[in-house]
């Protein structure tokens, strides 16, 4: 039982880190209709700013935080501006994955020359200490991560919820014919949108540095569990993001300490096509667009 | 000189022209109702009234003001709304969301709210599933709720798209009333509706439009009894397009 409760406290902790980075991903989707397959790219970007910014300026990767995510959110918008926006008709979905795909290469290129191939980690002075509560052992990098991870989702929330400019992305989300009739300007919401979706990826990156190691390379295997993890919460959904990033986080750390750690992706993996056989729009994804 | 004044109005999608010369006049004050078969162009002149599509050639004239191919968001601070044919309130957000959206371009948050509770009290099912989705009513609900929602910015021209397509009778009744309240209150109405009869029994004046063209002008009492709306409602009647020009009217 302890090992098992051990098990669901990692997860938890874990997939709060991921609910941060997909919550990026799944707004830019809803917003767009664009799977921003860099977004993974982005991240370990921002592992690599904040792993330098700690080794050469000293600055703590919480710090960093605070330059990083206004940094990229200002790279997101123009990548949007450059990369995304001139994407139009009806194959503009298929178009903006590729163009993306690209993207994620080019940094995935530009970091291996910078830093080349080797595994980093960003190596903080509380990175391999730990709390001890009871019987169980709470790693302060991870408290600190997922602690941080629910204020800035706290704050995603917020934006969303309770701002005239946070309605009207919803409004795009939920329908954008609708949302240019009432004078919304969506292709204002769109870079800036995106803009979000590059900040988070910001945060995400400089907690991860922190939490696990990176190289250039990284990015391949986060893209295909952020994938999965919008996939399963409702495109467009970032209270869906949260609770599938939520789900894969404990279900693999549970599999791999009660059974395997060779069946923990899969294990994610599997309840992931039995939830799509049986809600294909994910757990809180809209069944169609309305218009 | 005439509210709303469309003059040899093409417009379409892609390489194709939906509206082949579109011509038509509205008073101020009058609801007008357009109507013909399916394909006609009523919608599509709607859209493009309310900037969702760009007129390729022709004037269109607002209150004196060319407006022909100005952005949504310009034509809704000059007092023109599109209440469109399908479903286009925010499934996820509460019906107070999506009044408070109808309000986006006042940059007033006070002014929208206060605007909003004015016509929560005009409609009472706002007032009491004001913190209920949206997508929780019923298709009759949603339509009532997409009017009410056209009226945040107090606007001087509604355009109505087949408002009561897919609703009931007693819905369709609420919908019609709506409409003549709202007209009553000294608004202009441009409607677009398939059932023809339901359509012109609310209007003062009826345009019949095919093949991407208005035919037909004239008092809609008069359009009612008149045998060729019937004909060209069906699929056109070739006597009645060859004297197009001298069968269009001003109303």
């Known amino acids: 039982m302890q090992t098992f409760v051990q098990a669901v406290i990692l997860g938890v902790l874990t997939g709060g880190l991921y609910a941060l980075m997909a919550s990026g991903l799944t707004l830019v989707f809803g917003i767009m209709r664009v799977i921003n397959v860099a977004q993974g790219a982005f991240v370990i970007l921002a592992a690599y700013l904040s792993y330098s910014l700690f080794g050469h300026l000293g600055l703590d990767p919480f710090l960093s935080i605070l330059l990083l995510m206004p940094a990229m959110f200002v790279a997101g918008v123009l990548t949007q501006l450059v990369f995304v926006r001139s994407l139009r008709g009806e194959h503009a979905s298929e178009m903006s994955l590729l163009v993306t795909w690209a993207l994620a290469l080019g940094i995935e290129g530009l970091l291996s020359i910078g830093y080349k191939t080797t595994v980093r980690a960003t190596n903080t002075g509380y990175a391999n200490k730990s709390w001890t509560l009871g019987s169980y052992r709470f790693s302060e990098p991870r408290v600190y991560g997922f602690a941080a991870s629910v204020v800035i989702l706290l704050g995603l929330y917020s934006l969303l919820r309770f701002t005239r400019f946070g309605r009207s992305i919803r409004a795009v989300v939920q329908n954008p014919t609708s949302a240019r009739l009432l004078g919304v300007n969506e292709r204002l919401v769109s870079a800036l949108g995106f803009g979000i979706g590059a900040a988070t990826a910001a945060a995400a990156g400089a907690l991860y540095g922190i939490v696990y190691p990176f190289n250039p390379g990284s990015h391949y295997d986060l893209i295909s569990r952020l994938l999965s993890i919008i996939v399963l919460g409702g495109l467009g959904s970032v209270g869906g993001a949260v609770l599938a990033a939520m789900l894969l986080g404990v279900t693999e750390s549970v599999v791999a300490v009660e059974y395997s750690p060779t069946w923990a992706s899969m294990s994610f993996f599997a309840i992931l096509i039995l939830v799509l056989l049986v809600r294909p729009q994910g757990f809180f994804g809209l069944r169609e667009r309305v218009l | ?251």
């Open chain 2, 1 to 251: 000189m005439s509210f709303l004044r469309l003059h040899d109005v093409c417009a379409g999608y892609g390489q194709a022209d939906i509206l082949r010369g579109v011509s038509l006049e509205l008073e101020a004050g009058t609801v007008t109702c357009v109507i013909g078969p399916n394909g006609a162009g009523k919608s599509t002149v709607l859209r493009v009234l309310s900037g969702l599509l760009k007129p390729r050639v022709g004037t269109v004239e607002f209150a004196g003001d060319p407006v022909g191919g100005l952005s949504p968001a310009v034509l809704l601070r000059k007092g023109i709304v599109h209440v469109p044919q399908e479903r286009s309130l925010f499934p996820l957000m509460t019906i107070w969301d999506n009044l408070l959206m109808g309000g986006h371009s006042l940059r007033d948050g006070a002014l929208a709210r206060r605007r909003a509770g004015e016509i929560a009290e005009r409609f009472p099912l706002i007032e009491e599933r004001r913190h209920e989705r949206a997508g929780t009513l019923s298709g009759g609900q949603q339509k009532l709720i997409e009017i009410a929602r056209a009226l945040m910015l107090d606007p001087r021209l509604i355009l109505l798209d087949e408002p009561t397509m897919g609703l009931d009778a007693k819905a369709r009744h609420a919908v019609f009333e709506t409409v003549k309240s709202l007209n009553e209150g000294g608004r202009t109405i441009l409607l677009v509706e398939q059932n023809a009869r339901l359509g012109l029994s609310v209007s003062h004046v009826g345009a019949v439009m095919d093949m991407g063209v208005v035919r037909l002008v004239d008092e809609a009492s008069k359009l009612l009894g008149d045998p060729r709306v019937a004909a060209l409602y069906l699929g056109g009647n070739p006597d009645t397009r060859a004297n197009g020009g001298a069968a269009r009217a001003q109303g």
